[in-house]
């Protein structure tokens, strides 16, 4: 009974959780951005959405208008800071790897400082649809359910678009040969801006659907961005369907752990899953080449 309850409380996660890793997928496998300040843009979002929920709007309402607000903001980002840096062909060797990293890893620390200096170590969230309902037998609030699921529609969405539409071959054909896709007309630069954008967009939405059932902190942000890398590598830049393996993994994960262990063993469980899954994928490429 214990097991089913934490299986199904963990897809409700893990639905979430793939919406978090796609939006750094984006960022990371079209843009070539290893965006570090990604979980601060979830929890800025988060907060933002249960500051104006204190003021009596909505998260369904925050869910229209915040996403296409932090999309503006990480297209100016990308073309301000990290196109520079990347230059118009994408290119990654490794010294401007390595700087697009130490930019990122600089706005998230400059934003963890902002938001610990104007909010301190206080915690933000909405008090929305809190009641329960029976899932099995499970008992699991209204919110999850509604965040479980928008997020789910908001995953297969994107990947229709990706899968179905002209643009999302073009960005497909970004994330595998970017030089090769100038070569056939692909605006690089233009288009991987916005894919860039689209990532930070996934970032504000899942901010605000966290916001409804998780407290969120001015801290919280490392450890999202952990938590999205983590489902990235178990996924393998496979997409939704990767995304969603991945988010499911992670969140049973943790249920297990929560459940039957000690909740604070958590983290450092998340810290060796992350190990794993990078000696695992770097122990296959190693094999690949020989």
């Known amino acids: 009974m214990a097991f089913l309850e934490t299986l199904i409380s963990a897809s409700i996660f893990g639905g979430v959780y793939a919406l978090l890793a796609l939006g750094l997928t984006l960022q990371y496998g079209v843009a070539r951005v290893l965006n570090l300040a990604y979980g601060e843009a979830v929890v800025l979002a988060g907060i933002a959405a249960a500051l104006l929920f204190a003021r009596g709007l909505s ?5 229209l208008f915040l996403p296409p607000l932090w999309m503006a903001l990480h297209l100016l980002l990308f073309r301000f800071l990290f196109l520079p840096v990347l230059g118009p062909r994408l290119a990654l060797d490794p010294g401007r790897e390595g700087r697009v990293i130490l930019l990122s890893f600089g706005l998230s620390f400059l934003s963890q400082g902002l938001m610990a200096a104007y909010l301190g170590g206080q915690l933000f969230s909405c008090s929305y649809l809190q009641e329960g309902v029976a899932l099995g037998p499970a008992q699991v609030s209204l919110n999850r359910i509604l965040a479980f699921l928008l997020a789910m529609g908001m995953a297969f969405g994107l990947h229709f678009f990706l899968q179905r539409s002209r643009l999302g071959t073009a960005i497909r054909a970004l994330s595998r040969e970017p030089e090769e896709a100038a070569l056939v007309g692909v605006p690089v630069p233009r288009l991987a801006a916005w894919v860039f954008a689209l990532g930070g967009g996934l970032a504000g939405a899942v ?23 983590v489902v990235v590598v178990l996924g393998g830049l496979g997409g939704v369907p990767g995304a969603l393996a991945g988010g499911v993994a992670l969140g049973l994960t943790e249920g297990l752990v929560a459940r039957f262990l000690s909740p604070g ?17 770097r122990s296959n490429r190693e094999v690949a080449r020989q």
Do not use: D, I, N, R
């Open 59 to 63: 998260p369904l309402w925050t869910l």
């Open 265 to 281: 063993l958590s983290l450092a469980v998340l810290y060796l899953l992350f190990l794993g899954a990078v000696l695992y994928l």
């Open 207 to 229: 901010g605000v659907l966290l916001s409804t059932f998780q407290p969120l902190s001015p801290t919280l942000g490392p450890e999202l961005t952990l938590k999205a890398l």
